[in-house]
Nanobody, 124 residues
Framework: QVQLVESGGGLVQAGGSLRLSCAAS????????MGWFRQAPGKEREFVAA????????RYADSVKGRFTISRDMAKNTVYLQMYSLKPEDTAVYYC?????????????????WGQGTQVTVSS
């Protein structure tokens, strides 16, 4: 099993920035790709960004491209999501996820492990 714990959410004004962290523990050797998803009230969970653990290949949703950056620290088993120029529409619960697939996947059902989520609220 793999455990994922997110941190770093909070309340920020539009135009501000936040950095989310996701610490992985347990059988982390089984993880090949990690991703961030978000879910706003009344909406489906949507892909935000993903990174392959070993190669560092990244992919972003069009809505966050150029504003968000995903990175990983292999020594700390931690993935980060740096968010700049935040907008009210970025408000959501952000979830960290991990998959044993060694490719970038954007569908939530392709991920095997999930964190508990962290709330990000952007005020206008």
């Amino acid at each position: 099993q793999v455990q994922l714990v997110e941190s770093g959410g909070g309340l920020v004004q539009a135009g501000g920035s936040l950095r989310l962290s996701c610490a992985a523990s347990g059988r982390t050797f089984s993880i090949y790709t990690m991703g961030w998803f978000r879910q706003a009230p009344g909406k489906e969970r949507e892909f935000v960004a993903a990174i392959t653990w070993r190669g560092g290949t990244t992919r972003y949703a069009d809505s966050v491209k150029g504003r968000f950056t995903i990175s990983r620290d292999m020594a700390k088993n931690t993935v980060y999501l740096q968010m700049y120029s935040l907008k009210p529409e970025d408000t959501a619960v952000y979830y960290c996820a991990a998959t044993r697939l060694n490719i970038i996947v954007v569908v939530p059902t392709s991920y095997d492990y999930w964190g508990q989520g962290t709330q990000v609220t952007v005020s206008s």
